[in-house]
């Protein structure tokens, strides 16, 4: 289990990941045909199309770190794709209440659609499939550790 390496693979993974990410959080954005009725705050940088770009940077940065984990857990391609998908998932149902608290992104009515979590679990099955079939990660303790830290940061930050 060593660091993590940025290969091409990576990195190519990460930019598609990226597009679909930004793509999709665009269509949801525009139209509420994908996670509900939403829209950005202003904490988050800057936006094009009214979607921060930072965004596509969550999308290829989770599916890194739950594609890795979704790899050491199981050996079957598709149980790597819908263990990390859950995962990835789970941690949307983490960052939820926060985000709304930090002005991250906002809900119709403050209420989370179950629909977000629906979509988010399908979106998460494309990008950690790209994720696993071109990024080919391994399990590292970078990607553990950073796991980790994410999921203690938006934990802390529920109590706060």
Excluded at 30 to 37: E, I, K, R, V, Y
Excluded at 110 to 121: E, G, L, R
Aim: glycine share 8%.
């Amino acid at each position: 289990m060593g660091a993590y390496r940025w290969k091409n693979e990576v990195l190519l993974a990460s930019a598609l990941v990226f597009g679909v990410g930004f793509a999709v959080e665009w269509v949801g954005v525009q139209t509420s045909l994908l996670f509900g009725d939403y829209w950005y705050g202003a904490n988050l940088g800057p936006k094009l199309f009214n979607v921060p770009l930072i965004i596509g940077v969550n999308w290829a940065m989770l599916s890194a770190l739950t594609s890795a984990i979704g790899l050491s857990l199981f050996r079957n391609l598709l149980f790597q794709v819908i263990g990390s998908a859950l995962i990835m998932t789970g941690v949307d149902w983490l960052i939820e209440p926060v985000a709304i608290k930090s002005d991250f992104w906002h809900w119709k009515n403050d209420i989370i659609p179950v629909y977000n979590f629906a979509c988010w679990f399908i979106v998460s099955l494309i990008a950690n499939l790209i994720f696993i079939k071109v990024g080919k990660p391994k399990l590292n303790k970078t990607a553990v550790v950073l796991f980790i830290l994410l999921v203690l940061f938006f934990t802390i930050q529920l109590f706060i």
